[in-house]
C-alpha cells in the first residue's frame, strides 16, 4: 500500500509524503548526494515499521515494508521482517519464500536463519529447520537460538542432544525461566529428577 501525496510519512518524519521521502525518490536514489539521505529515510521507515510491528499493529508495518521493498526489492531486513508478519499471519510458505529470499541478500545476519528455522520447524521440516539453527550459531552464540534447536532436537527425539542446547541456552541467559524450565523437562524425561527439581526450582 503506497501512501497518497499528501498522506503523512510512512517514515514517521511527521512531514507530508510529497515534501519527505516521495521528494528524496523522485530525486533519484543512484544519485551521489541522494543515496546516503535515501538509506537513512529508508532506515527511519524501517524503524516505524517495527514499532507498529511490536505493538501488534501488523497491517500498518507491512504497508512500510512493502512500500521499503518498493523503492529497494532486495533491501534484506524488509523481507524478513515482512516474512515474520507473514508468519505470523498463518502464510508460512510466503514467510519461508521471503526470509530465504533476505539470506540471499545478506548470509551473515543470524536472525535471518533463526526466523527460517523456527518457521520451517512450525511446518514440521525438522532436517532444513535444525541447519538454519546451526548456521545461526556459527555466526554468534544466542541462548535463544539454542533454546529453539533443542526444542527441534527434542521433539526428534534427540534427547541427550537437546539437552546439551538447552544447557547452553541457560549457561547465557541463566535469568530466563523457560530455559530452565526447558532443560528441566527433558531432564524429567530422562529420569534425572533431582537435576529436573533444581532447574524447575530456579525458573520459579
Do not use: F, Q, T
Given at each position: 500500500m503506497k501512501a497518497g501525496r499528501?498522506?503523512?510519512c510512512p517514515c514517521g518524519s511527521g512531514r507530508k509524503y510529497k515534501h519527505c521521502c516521495q521528494a528524496k525518490e523522485a530525486g533519484?536514489?543512484?544519485q551521489a548526494n541522494a543515496g546516503r539521505p535515501a538509506q537513512a529515510a529508508m532506515a527511519q521507515m524501517i524503524q516505524t515499521g517495527i514499532r507498529h510491528h511490536n505493538a501488534g499493529q501488523l497491517a500498518q508495518a507491512e504497508a512500510i515494508y512493502r512500500q521499503v521493498l518498493q523503492i529497494e526489492p532486495a533491501r534484506p531486513d524488509a523481507l524478513n521482517l515482512l516474512g515474520l508478519i507473514a508468519h505470523q499471519t498463518g502464510h508460512n510458505e510466503q514467510a519461508?519464500?521471503?526470509i530465504k529470499t533476505a539470506i540471499s541478500a545478506n548470509k551473515r545476519v543470524p536472525d535471518y536463519h533463526h526466523n527460517l528455522g523456527n518457521i520451517l520447524l512450525a511446518l514440521g521440516h525438522f532436517d532444513e529447520a535444525?541447519?538454519?539453527m546451526r548456521e545461526a550459531l556459527t555466526l554468534a552464540p544466542s541462548a535463544e537460538v539454542n533454546n529453539n534447536l533443542g526444542n527441534a532436537l527434542q521433539t526428534q527425539g534427540r534427547i541427550a542432544e537437546a539437552i546439551e542446547c538447552y544447557r547452553r541456552a541457560v549457561k547465557l541467559k541463566p535469568?530466563?525461566?523457560v530455559m530452565w524450565n526447558n532443560l528441566g523437562?527433558?531432564?524429567q524425561a530422562l529420569g534425572a529428577?533431582?537435576?529436573?527439581?533444581?532447574?524447575y526450582?530456579?525458573?520459579?
Open positions: 499528501n498522506d503523512p533519484g536514489v543512484g519461508v519464500s521471503l535444525e541447519a538454519c535469568d530466563s525461566p523437562g527433558v531432564l529428577i533431582e537435576e529436573a527439581i533444581l532447574c526450582r530456579r525458573a520459579l
